[in-house]
């Protein structure tokens, strides 16, 4: 069974629980998952989260390993 895919902007991402996959009213969490929600990439990262560690993840691909 295939995992749900998260919605990469969505118009509210504050009215949602992203900690799991119930997606649960940021005021009605039924999960368990504490007391807050969990929050979307994209309010902690910014509108360019997809993308905004693509250029960490490459410098380190063509740095020499320790060997």
């Known amino acids: 069974m295939a995992a749900p895919k998260i919605p990469l902007a969505p118009k509210h ?4 629980c992203w900690g799991c996959n119930r997606y649960c009213p940021a005021e ?11 929050p979307h990439p994209i309010e902690l990262f910014g509108e360019d989260w997809l993308t ?3 250029d960490q993840a490459k410098s380190e691909d063509q740095e020499p390993g320790l060997s």
Request: charged share 30%; glycine share 12%; proline share 6%.
């Open 28 to 38: 009605d969490m039924v999960c368990g998952n504490g007391t807050i929600r969990c």
């Open 13 to 16: 991402p504050e009215r949602i």
């Open 52 to 54: 905004a560690f693509d």
